[in-house]
């Protein structure tokens, strides 16, 4: 089943609905071959096409580099990692994270600001959930509006639909608690500082069921993540469900003067939360 989701102005991406018959039917995808499951429909061209319209993408340029695993041990919390080796001296626009084969393929949007820095190498880690057996895209714009992308395939099934293990009641137990915590580099003449950002929040994606009732969790997730070093922006992260519960941020920063981080979370109940990193943490 095919549906459109529309995001007040937000870019908007086709879902899929997957039901499987029964346990055959499971077994029978989880053994699918990278071969087989590269020979589906290749959506990447219309998701392409909604994001970037007609502009230009360098792939294999050395830009950005994609770190995740071939295969994942746990298709729900899947580590991914982009990297912006020390070369790249241009600052840095946005980078825009897709699982192809997701329910929804844009996973998140991260706009950078001043305090986002340059220098050195720069990253951006989290945790992601995939469905179904997809490449993944990271498409970083440099300032000068060229857009450069790393792509790798994943063999993963199951991560967005599959049951909680957790009584949704409990996920919800110091919902928006938050940890911020600050790393100062190895060597204090690197201007790339590195920095976490851990939030309690159940990231339910409204396809998981309850496993006291089998009733379907209502969807609530991070929305919004916004990032400042002594008041000058980092980023700006516009998220979706595809992020893993209890979502885990880290990444790198411009050093400052205090190198203090303010962090403010929204999700789609548009609640707000607020951190701030400790000094000297």
């Known amino acids: 089943m095919i549906a459109e989701i529309e995001e007040n102005g937000a870019m908007t991406f086709p879902i899929r609905t997957v039901i499987f018959g029964g346990a055959a039917a499971l077994t029978g995808l989880l053994l699918l071959s990278p071969v087989a499951a590269l020979a589906a429909e290749d959506i990447w061209p219309a998701l392409k096409q909604q994001a970037f319209g007609d502009r230009p993408i360098q792939t294999g340029d050395g830009m950005v580099v994609l770190e995740l695993p071939d295969t994942a041990d746990d298709a729900a919390l899947v580590p991914l990692t982009v990297r912006v080796p020390p070369h790249v001296k241009q600052d840095l626009k946005s980078l825009t994270l897709f699982i192809d084969k997701n329910p929804d393929p844009k996973v998140a949007t991260l706009t950078f600001g001043p305090a986002a820095g340059n220098g050195g190498e720069r990253s951006f880690s989290t945790r992601v ?52 915590k600050v790393f100062p580099p190895a060597l204090a003449q690197n201007p790339i500082w590195s920095a976490q950002v851990m939030i309690k929040h159940p990231n339910s994606n409204g396809m998981q069921l309850n496993i006291n009732t089998a009733d379907v969790i209502p969807a609530r997730y991070v929305k919004s993540v916004v990032v400042k070093r002594d008041g000058e922006l980092v980023f700006r992260m516009d998220s979706t469900f595809s992020i893993s519960t209890n979502p885990n941020f ?28 400790a000094p000297g943490s």
């Open 129 to 180: 959930r995939v469905e179904d057996f997809s490449y993944v895209r990271a498409v970083l714009e440099t300032e000068d509006g060229a857009l450069h992308m790393a792509s790798k395939f994943i063999a993963a099934a199951g991560g967005c639909g599959a049951m909680q293990a957790k009584d949704p009641d409990t996920e919800t137990v110091d919902l928006g608690k938050m940890l911020v």
């Open 250 to 277: 880290r990444f790198t920063f411009g050093r400052g003067k205090d190198n203090n981080l303010d962090v403010v979370i929204t999700d789609t109940d548009e609640t707000r939360f607020a951190a701030q990193s």
